[in-house]
């Protein structure tokens, strides 16, 4: 009966622990969509930018101050030719 119970304890704790888990992944994915939109939107600014006339420069300093911690790199986590 003891090693019955240990078991079923231990397999509970397991489940549990398994949900927590779970639930901290969910946590991080929520946070990683967060980053992605927030560098869509920053994106998004710089090309309106771009599109009222202001030059390459001024676009990339906001670019740079809107993803300031969001991204790796100096163009906001994005890379393309011009």
Do not use: P, W
Request: with cysteine; net charge positive.
């Amino acid at each position: 009966m003891k090693k019955y119970m240990l078991a079923l304890v231990t397999l509970a704790l397991t489940a549990i622990c398994f949900v927590a888990y779970s639930a901290q992944l969910d946590q991080a994915t929520k946070e990683d969509i967060a980053r992605h939109r927030a560098m869509a939107t920053a994106h998004e600014n710089a090309a309106k930018c771009l599109e009222s006339g202001k030059s390459d420069a001024v676009c990339e300093a906001q670019l740079l101050m809107e993803c300031k911690g969001l991204a790796i790199g100096k163009f906001c986590g994005m890379k393309h030719t011009h």
